[in-house]
């Protein structure tokens, strides 16, 4: 791992921590040990030399961290809610004392005294509740990575895509693939939306466990994912995308004791110099197309006008 790399890395991590403490009203002590933590394992995990895994574990990192924006968001509603509540109940309290006519003036002070300074804290609270959720949808905006399913999602395979097809020429076979889970709304209408999740986590895991360092996994959308293989030939693109269906096919998942059997469609293609990001995603989807229509769970390709 080169020394830029590293510094990189450390940066990106610092960046994050900084941000991390502003993000918080009450920032604490286990919050910054527990992101020192995850710094030292994400610093552990990166293989010697691989450019791919440093940039993941960065990605992973800044992931990690929206995810604990949004606990706090929510912590941080939940005490708003009952808080609201409490006040409630002190000015039922007021106006009951006052219709009995009851003769305890300082109290009445005292409690109207209390609800008005819990609503200044309400109105704190939902200010900041207001600034936690525009940073939230900042960091979403910003982040490369699926937060379902940790593969990169549609936004980072777009500037894949633009900075592959802005080159024009490579002097390397690249292949992309589109992939569908079959019959997917059957699923999330037998067996609900959570079992639909975790049906996407475990296709992502199969995928990542498959493919080679230097290959990409992206979320495209909904069921669809798409797979860029690097350097390689028509027929080991062919061995590969049988691998990924007999593995996905022969794999069972258990959700609430019953059993998912699952399939996917894919439609294949190769990148032809002068290529424009449509052109192949156009290709592969119409190859996709193909899969689905004959029957599904299998792989079908299309190639570009010259040939390729």
């Known amino acids: 791992m080169q020394k830029e790399d590293l510094k990189a890395l450390i940066n990106q991590m610092h960046k994050e921590l900084i941000e991390n403490i502003d993000a918080n009203a009450n920032p604490s002590k286990e919050q910054v040990v527990t992101f ?3 710094a030292t394992n994400a610093i552990s995990s990166l293989k010697e030399g691989s450019l791919n895994d440093l940039e993941r574990s960065k990605l992973m990192f800044t992931n990690a961290y929206r995810e604990i924006a949004k606990k706090s968001l929510d912590s941080y509603s939940t005490s708003n809610n009952a808080f609201e509540e409490l006040a409630q109940i002190h000015e039922e309290t007021l106006i009951s004392a006052t219709d009995l006519h009851l003769n305890l003036p300082e109290i009445a002070q005292k409690f109207t005294n209390l609800q008005k300074q819990m ?8 200010s900041i509740i207001t600034e936690l959720t525009m940073q939230v949808n900042e960091l979403e905006r910003n982040s490369n990575l699926d937060s379902l399913t940790k593969v990169f999602n549609r936004r980072a395979l777009t500037t894949y895509l633009d900075r592959l097809c802005d080159k024009g020429h490579i002097a390397y076979e690249l292949h992309v693939l589109i992939l569908d889970i079959d019959d997917f709304k059957v699923i999330n209408d037998t067996f609900g939306h959570i079992a639909g999740d975790k049906v996407l986590i475990f296709i992502a895991n199969i995928l990542r466990s498959t493919l080679r360092d230097g290959d990409k996994v992206f979320r495209y959308g909904g069921e669809e994912f798409v797979i860029i293989l690097n350097r390689i030939t ?28 699952v399939t996917m469609s894919i439609g294949a293609t190769q990148y032809s110099n002068g290529d424009t990001p449509e052109d192949i995603i156009g290709r592969a989807d119409k190859a996709l197309y193909k899969s689905k229509k004959n029957g599904k769970d299998q792989m079908n390709s299309e190639l570009a006008p010259n040939g390729n």
Do not use: H, M, W
Request: glycine share 2%.
């Open 36 to 38: 020192l933590q995850d």
């Open 119 to 126: 609503f200044s804290e309400i109105e704190k609270a939902n």
């Open 234 to 261: 028509p027929s080991v693109c062919l061995d590969v995308t049988n691998r990924i269906l007999n593995l996905i096919r022969s794999n069972q998942l258990i959700y609430k004791g019953s059993t998912l059997n």
